[in-house]
């Protein structure tokens, strides 16, 4: 329903009379369009975390009224309400939403701050979701500010206008007492909003190296398609992050920024995810756009939208100087090492992992690494991979950079891409056939070919063969196969092609004794060196209260080799190509 030229705002008011109780409470005037009953619909999922989430599980007391008259609600589908409209050309829809999940796409609410987001927070008009939604916040006292990428209404602080539906999801909402730092970029204002900062995280350093990372990426792709950015850093001791089209929400300890190991993974989740504002909000696999907030939206090609997002992330915070070039070859070949020494990338195509998000990567079990390839993980080492092959297939005159510049500039109007067309362009922009690879690549469980890394001037470290008895079980993450549960040692997964799993150990069996000898978490690493590999040892373990004893036979030790580094024998065309590689890179003239 419209009038005049724009169809009628829906207006959103958040209270928060007892924020730690987690409570959102809120209200919205909806226009009817004179109809006798509107259908309000929620989301059940948030665009850029692939799993069906029920948000509505979370809303109680939806209430309506219109003409200070109460007015029937009912529930007519798990995520929709039809409510009577007594005729009224608005109603006064109120309910509360729950919030203490502590996550990049959910809300928290506590008496310190709200993290609000749009798709567990708002009811909207079922299939109405071009008209425009205005949010006015109503803070408690104690709170200083609120952020947001939404654009400000009017003098009044907490007052935003999200042009519609899709910018209200896509636009989450921090309130609080947060420090924050300001700076420019572009000509653009961005600020870098740290939630919980309670005086550990050092906000002026990460700040500074924030910016060097913005600048690096608005000079990679050539443009700058928003008014403001922010980054809501959320110092919370959970972990994670989510892109939006002018902001993201990072999650991160405290103590991230006290250690160079932390503080490098907090600098790669910010490029990663500040990258992500370009590579899937704007340039986009078809699928992801317009959303479908009801139900799944299946795609095969997260492997462009995550793992070349991975991919860049590093590659350009180590252009943007904020990683060293050994700290990137470090987080490069960690993500190789974690392609290889997962059993699933031989069960799995990186375009069935992306179809099969929704069931899979999203809802790991102790079964999933022996089933399912990180999307993140073999998408970035693609990235890397195929950057090399389109490096040597030009000469050095094009790179992977080339054609994500040139995607972006095809593919990010309303359609988005499919996977033969992203393909088609890959092989164009090389000026090089490289369907056949890509085909390998995407569609097969075959092993990544290594072999061209040369070209780019590197090598893995030659591994020194270990003598170490392995059993395919380990107390260190990442990929710990063992848990110290209370001082008991439990199995949390088995992998295939390991000693335990011929052996047929199972995930949550109680290891007992090794050898006849009793053994204890503190003590496990130790006593594998008691071993040589060949020999059949009893493992003793408890599975269901009952004791069983089971024959291991001890493997090797697999070699580390998957540990990048510059050729000391290369070339001067390799030694160029990988200086040329790490170089800041320039969008086309
Ligand atoms: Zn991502």
């Known amino acids: 329903m419209t009038s005049g030229l724009q169809p009628e705002p829906i207006r959103f008011t958040l209270s928060f009379p007892a924020p730690e109780t987690h409570y959102v409470e809120v209200e919205a005037v909806v226009p009817t369009g004179g109809r006798s009953s509107v259908d309000l619909d929620m989301a059940v999922w948030t665009p850029g975390s692939y799993l069906v989430r029920e948000y509505s599980r979370h809303v109680e007391q939806v209430r309506a009224e219109s003409d200070g008259q109460p007015r029937d609600v009912e529930k007519t589908a798990k995520n929709r309400w039809r409510v009577q409209t007594g005729g009224a050309a608005s109603i006064v829809v109120r309910y509360r939403a729950y919030g203490r999940e502590m996550t990049v796409r959910t809300n928290y609410v506590d008496a310190e701050f709200a993290l609000i987001n749009g798709a567990p927070t708002f009811l909207t008009l ?251 993980d073999k998408g970035g080492v693609i990235g890397f991979l195929l950057d090399v092959e389109i490096r040597a297939a030009s000469g050095g005159r094009r790179s992977l950079d080339d054609v994500m510049r040139a995607a972006l500039s095809r593919f990010s109007g309303a359609s988005g891409f499919t996977s033969a067309e992203f393909r088609a362009l890959i092989s164009e922009i090389a000026g090089a056939d490289l369907s056949q690879w890509l085909a390998r690549a995407l569609d097969t469980t075959e092993e990544l070919d290594y072999s061209g890394i040369g070209r780019l001037g590197l090598r893995f470290r030659p591994a020194t063969p270990s003598d170490a008895a392995w059993l395919g079980l380990t107390l260190v993450m990442p990929g710990a196969t063992l848990r110290n549960d209370g001082g008991r040692l439990v199995v949390s997964g088995v992998r295939r092609g390991t000693p335990v799993h011929e052996a047929g150990v199972n995930a949550e069996d109680e290891v007992i004794a090794l050898g006849g000898y009793r053994v204890r978490p503190d003590q496990w690493a130790a006593r594998l060196e008691a071993f040589k590999p060949g020999q059949r040892v009893a493992l003793l373990v408890a599975r269901r209260e009952r004791l069983l004893t089971l024959e291991v036979t001890f493997g090797a030790e697999p070699l580390k080799a998957w540990v990048l580094e510059p050729d000391p024998q290369a070339t001067g065309d390799a030694s160029a190509a990988l200086a040329a590689w790490l170089a800041p890179g320039a969008p086309p003239a």
């Open 126 to 376: 079922a299939g109405e979701s071009a008209r425009p939604h205005y949010v006015r916040l109503a803070p408690p006292a104690s709170w200083t500010s609120s952020h947001t990428g939404l654009p400000a209404v009017g003098v009044e602080p907490h007052h935003y206008l999200a042009a519609d539906y899709d910018t209200l999801v896509d636009s989450p909402i921090v309130a609080g007492s947060p420090d924050v730092h300001e700076f420019q970029a572009g000509g653009r204002p961005h600020s870098l909003v740290n939630v919980g900062d309670d005086g550990v995280w050092d906000g002026r350093t990460s700040s500074a190296d924030v910016r060097r990372i913005v600048e690096a990426q608005q000079a990679f792709w050539g443009e700058v398609p928003y008014d403001k950015y922010v980054f809501i850093n959320m110092i919370t001791e959970a972990t994670g992050g989510l892109e939006h089209k002018n902001s993201t929400v990072l999650m991160t300890s405290r103590w991230k920024s006290r250690t160079r190991r932390g503080y490098v993974d907090w600098l790669s989740l910010v490029s990663h995810e500040f990258f992500h504002l370009w590579n899937v909000k704007r340039l986009r696999p078809a699928e992801l756009g317009p959303f479908e907030y009801g139900r799944e939206n299946f795609t095969r090609t997260l492997w462009v939208a995550e793992g070349l997002t991975t991919y860049y992330g590093d590659l350009l915070a180590a252009r943007a100087g904020v990683l060293t070039p050994a700290e990137y070859l470090g987080e490069l070949s960690t993500m190789i090492a974690s392609l290889q020494t997962t059993p699933g990338r031989l069960a799995q195509s990186v375009e069935e992992a992306s179809f099969d998000a929704w069931i899979r990567f999203y809802r790991p079990d102790e079964n999933t690494p022996n089933t399912t390839i990180s999307y993140y």
